[in-house]
Structure formats: C-alpha cells, structure tokens
C-alpha cells in the first residue's frame, strides 16, 4: 500500500478514536451531525489518487453500449480507471459532461445553474439548491426535528409478503392528503419550519408549490431502497418529483423498464448520478413512466443521507 493508502489508513483509525472518545454521550441527532461534519473536513483534506469519476465525452449517444462508446473513444473497456470503485463524495457535473451515456447540457437561470439529465424518455434537471453551510444546517436541524414512523408503518409489502424496509421513512404534508405504494397507505404529519424552508426554496427554483413530501434516511451504505417508479394513483397527472439530499453522497441509478428482467426488450444503458449534500434532482414528465431508479447498497459508504422527495399529491376524499 502507497502514501494514499497508509493516510487512508491513518484518517480511519484516528475516526474511531474519536468516535469512541468523543461522542459517547452526545444525543444520537448529535452525534451524527458531529460525526458527519468531523469526516467530512477530513476527508477534503485528501487526496485520493486512485480513484476515479467516470466521465464519458460530450461526443457520446444515450442508448449505446459502454463498450461502443469506449471504443470510439480509442478506450479499453477493462483498464482499471473504468473498472476501479468510485469515491463516494461530493462531485460537481461538467457542462456538457457525459455521464454513462447521458448528455448534459448547462442551464442556467437568474439565482441557480441547471443541468439537463436526458436519454430515451429520461428528462431530469440537477443542480445544487443549497451551499454547503446551509446543507450543514439543515441535515443536523432534519436530524434532531424528523421523528420516522415505526411499527407496520415501517414493512411493504412484495409479492404477497411483509417485509421490514432497509432505512427510517416518514412523510409530512397537507392535511387530509394519504399516499399508498407497497400495500401501505401513509398519512402525512404536518409540515415543520425545516420542511417549508425546504419547500420555499424549491418554489423559488422550480416554480412548483408541492404539498406532500416522502423522507427516508439511510444510516449508512446498508440502507438501501429497489428498484422503483414513482407513479402512484394519488399523484397529480405529469407533475414532476423533486429529490433533495442532504449528508452522503450516494449512487442513485435509473433503468428503462425495456431493459430490465434476464431477457430485457432493449439494451439501453442505465444512467448512474452521485448525488451531492444540498442538490436537487427534478424528476419530470416522463420520466416515472419508463424508468425505474434505486439506491443500491454501498458498504464502503459510513455516513447518512437523507432524501426528501417532493411531490403534489390529489386529495382523494
């Protein structure tokens, strides 16, 4: 193991250290702001040499293989840069970066710069909607302020069978709004100050005033969520979904249903993004209809994230 390896090494022992010195008798909200704030000045201070952001060129086709535009690239599929495992941290998008086959092009307005995501039936929009000392702020305020369900508010249900859900999840909103997805129907609790500054914010991005939120929180990279699409009865017809993250950078992927299952209908790639403490990822028509997206398990990853996906949800009553 090289310098890069034995700093690594050093930075880890001196976090358990720490840990154990330091936090023992804070309360759990606590503990995690200050863990999470500790690591993460630490690890900015690192250079980690052999790992890499896979960066396709600009030049490159959604919908084509990693191989095909490799090869245009004059680039082997198997050299390590293209094989290694990505660092988990917060990395901003390039105009006009191509992210596994996914063109972006800038877009920018009078107070935020836009990314389009786009592919086959995929149109997103990403950009960053808080700073980083207001993403601080507000991950530890959401840390000490949301209270998640428990008891069967806390299983889905999959093929006939109860199962317990690999993360924390509450919902807040309107007053006499329900969501149901898996065999359980959530009512929301009311909205909270941390919440409508949130949802303030997002009005004054996007232009959309949404009523309802799902949060879930992954302790760390064991949490996880499936493969999903978010197209509820309750959902207001072609409205967007807006995804805000705060804590870990996680890898979030989509898949076209075409593609999906051992004998898939087409071969589209799927699209991999690493979302950053503070962005936002507008999920818009028709995005939900064709694509699936998931939050795979990441063991390597040690911290939180929290996500909140807002949405306008139908009074059914």
């Known amino acids: 193991m090289g310098p890069v390896g034995n700093h690594s090494t050093f930075v880890s022992t001196c976090l358990c250290r ?13 503990q995690s702001c200050s863990i999470y704030h500790w690591i993460s000045q630490q690890l900015s201070q690192i250079i980690i040499m052999d790992k890499f952001l896979v960066k396709i060129p600009s030049n490159c ?29 917060n990395k901003k998008f390039k105009s006009n970066t191509c992210i596994k086959g996914v063109i972006l092009q800038a877009k920018r307005d009078k ?3 836009w ?13 960053l909607l808080f700073n980083k000392t207001e993403a601080d702020k507000i991950f530890c305020d959401l840390e000490k302020e949301i209270t998640y369900f428990s008891g069967d ?3 889905v249900q999959v093929y006939g069978k109860w199962h317990n ?10 007053p006499g709004l329900t969501y149901t997805y898996s065999g359980v129907t959530l009512s929301p609790k009311p909205w909270i100050p941390v919440l409508d500054y949130i949802r303030d914010r997002l009005m004054q991005a996007t232009g959309h005033r949404f009523n309802f939120v799902l949060i879930n929180r992954y302790k ?14 309750e959902l207001v017809p072609q409205s967007p979904i807006a995804s805000v993250s705060f804590g870990a950078c996680r890898d979030f992927f989509f898949r076209h249903g075409a593609s999906r299952g051992k004998k898939p209908l087409q071969r589209i790639e799927p699209v991999k993004l690493e979302l950053a403490h503070g962005s936002l990822l507008l999920m818009n028509y028709p995005t939900n209809v064709h694509w699936y997206h998931s939050l795979p398990v990441r063991k390597k990853v040690l911290l939180p994230r929290i996500n909140l996906t807002f949405r306008k949800v139908k009074n059914l009553k």
């Not at 084509?64 to 198997?78: A, P, V």
């Not at 389009?116 to 990403?126: F, P």
């Not at 760390?220 to 009865?233: F, Q, T």
Request: with cysteine; glycine share 8%; charged share 35%.
């Open 165 to 174: 859900i690999p993360r924390k999840q509450v919902t807040y909103g309107d």
């Open 18 to 30: 720490w840990l154990s010195s330091s936090l023992c008798s804070l309360h759990p909200a606590e």
């Open 111 to 113: 107070n935020f710069t």
């Open 61 to 89: 086709i959604a919908g084509k293989s990693r191989r095909e535009n490799l090869e245009e690239m004059g680039q082997d599929e198997d050299d390590p840069i293209f094989t290694s495992e990505e660092k988990h941290t």
């Open 115 to 127: 990314k389009k995501i786009s592919a086959e039936g995929l149109d997103c929009d990403y950009t």
């Open 220 to 233: 760390d990279g064991n949490d996880h969520i499936g493969e999903h699409r978010d197209d509820e009865k």
């Open 153 to 155: 508010s806390t299983k």
